[in-house]
């Protein structure tokens, strides 16, 4: 993140996102100004907050694909949640505050990966000595006994040269399985090793069940005993799991733990969609709860201190960007202490038709590219004609226009339609190559198009 200028930001975000210039260059400044306020002094830095961002727009036009793909970038911490699924406390649902502790989760994932790559060549070594262990055990006594030893007990000097002997010669051949181990000639050979499993107890939920503070889930797993069985596995499967188990050894969960809210309290990002969906409307009993949901987002926007399983995490400078379509209210219409926690607010355009043609030519992954690459599999090469995706382009615009606008989703039921015969037949179809042009994409969605209250249904 450190080494990205908003201008770096907005270009790796045009290789994925076509067009929202200004929603793009939104989010540049915003996790710009997060490595400035890290560059600052102790006493400043706590008093400079995040710019929230308020994307308006329709369905599917980028709004989470921004956001998602920035946290990808930056390597954040990042949840996407929808406020439709949030009550007000004391009604059946979930509790706003789990927003936080889902990020704190998904910022331990990170630390975690970012910790076992650390540890990745001690593990391995471990391992090796383990298995090394496993095909050469070490001798139990009386073994490798030489003749007359017995009776040359009282003799201390042979008795001491003979262990030396046998220790030399055990060292050997454990140093021999080592290398044949290494060169890969045991692969197949069979040890036996011990597997632990833990028996996760399963808790009733109910509510406020999962608002609880205290980790209740892992004080039953350290109540109730782990099941340990031994597994006769090839050493090329026993690697694996004594790997993991290796790694798992060397980490610090303490540590991650503090390190992990510490990254999601800088560096987290919280996207809240279907912002406007908890505008209350007037005339509907269900809007009680509506209202109170804002209540409860407020001062988690505002910045507060929230106790988790892992550890207390501040939100102060956590990163909120909320999205909504706002068809029948406007942002104005929220919480004016919730309206003014998100000074930066960007409206994304509708696709056009010149939008859509992009969408299937530009990003590294676009749906073209998926298809062909799903088709090659079947030893058929899929060739995407300029006319033929005009006309896909014309004809998800013109449907977008005339029945529900969702943006570019509407190129996944399109395209899905026109190639749902090919991806049928395609395993006996035995075809080396199918151009899909302007003609091949009329004779199977022209009519379908054409016909608006089918469209309705199919499109």
């Not at 975000?13 to 400044?29: F, T």
Request: aromatic share 6%.
């Amino acid at each position: 993140m450190n080494s990205f200028t908003p201008k770096e930001i907005v270009e790796k975000l045009d290789k994925h996102i076509v067009g929202q210039a200004e929603a793009k260059r939104a989010v540049a400044v915003a996790i710009r100004n997060r490595w400035r306020r890290q560059q600052l002094a102790d006493e400043m830095r706590q008093e400079v907050s995040p710019k929230n961002i308020l994307m308006i727009g329709s369905t599917g036009v980028g709004k989470t694909e921004i956001a998602r793909r920035l946290a990808k970038l930056t390597g954040a911490p990042f949840i996407k949640v929808e406020a439709t699924k949030y009550t007000e406390v004391g009604y059946y649902g979930r509790d706003v505050e789990s927003m936080v502790r889902e990020l704190v989760d998904n910022a331990i994932t990170l630390v975690k990966a970012t910790e076992k790559e650390k540890v990745t060549v001690a593990a391995r070594e471990r391992t090796e000595n383990r298995l090394v262990e496993l095909l050469c055990p070490n001798p139990t006594s009386g073994q490798f006994e030489f003749p007359g030893s017995q009776s040359n007990l009282g003799n201390s000097s042979e008795s001491d040269q003979d262990s030396e002997t046998v220790s030399e010669s055990f060292e050997r051949t454990r140093g021999k399985f080592r290398k044949m181990l290494q060169n890969g000639e045991l692969e197949d050979r069979n040890v036996e090793i011990t597997i632990e499993q833990k028996v996760t107890p399963v808790m009733m939920g109910g509510m406020g069940v999962e608002q609880m503070d205290v980790d209740f889930q892992g004080m039953l797993e350290k109540i109730i005993p782990s099941n340990r069985s031994k597994k006769d596995l090839k050493v090329s499967d026993a690697r694996k799991v004594i790997f993991e188990q290796e790694v798992e050894a060397l980490l610090d969960t303490d540590k991650i733990n503090l390190m992990a809210i510490e990254l999601a309290e800088n560096s987290g990002i919280i996207f809240l969609d279907e912002i406007d969906k908890v505008v209350a409307t007037e005339g509907k009993s269900a809007d009680v709860s509506r209202q109170g949901v804002q209540r409860d987002l407020l001062p988690i926007v505002e910045g507060t201190t929230i106790q988790t399983k892992h550890g207390y995490i501040k939100t102060d400078h956590i990163l909120f960007v909320a999205a909504g379509a706002f068809h029948t209210n406007q942002p104005s219409d929220l919480m004016p202490e919730l309206q003014g926690r998100f000074p930066i607010r960007v409206e994304l355009n509708d696709l056009t038709r010149e939008d859509f043609i992009r969408i299937l030519t530009e990003p590294k992954s676009s749906l073209t590219t998926q298809y062909q690459a799903l088709m090659k599999t079947e030893g058929v090469q899929l060739d995407f004609e300029p006319d033929g995706i005009e006309a896909l382009a014309e004809i998800a615009f013109r449907v977008n226009q005339q029945t529900m606008n969702i943006g570019a989703r509407r190129l996944y039921t399109i395209m899905e339609h026109l190639l749902e015969e090919l991806s049928f037949e395609a395993p006996e179809m035995k075809i080396g190559k199918v151009a899909v042009n302007a003609a091949y994409v009329q004779d199977r969605l022209g009519d379908v198009a054409q016909n608006e209250d089918l469209s309705r249904y199919i499109l």
